[in-house]
Each structure stands twice: as C-alpha cells, then as structure tokens.
C-alpha cells in the first residue's frame, strides 16, 4: 500500500484594504517510503 504525507500551508487571508483579496495556498506531497 503507498501512503503520502501532504503538507499545505495557507498564507494570507482576504483583506478588505487590498483590492485583490487573495489568498496563497501552497504545499507538496512526498512519497513516505523514501
């Protein structure tokens, strides 16, 4: 059986004084068995 850790990391949050009210979501996944 494969398993996979996954990591992800939420940067930001909407912010009402900036016009574009992005958020970055970013992360990566690795194989457990290297």
Excluded: N, Q
């Excluded at 996979?4 to 979501?25: M, Q, T, Y």
């Amino acid at each position: 059986m494969e398993t996979r850790i996954l990591f992800l990391d939420d940067s930001g949050k909407p912010d009402v004084a900036r016009a574009s009210g992005a958020v970055v979501i970013g992360g990566f996944a690795i194989d457990s068995s290297a």
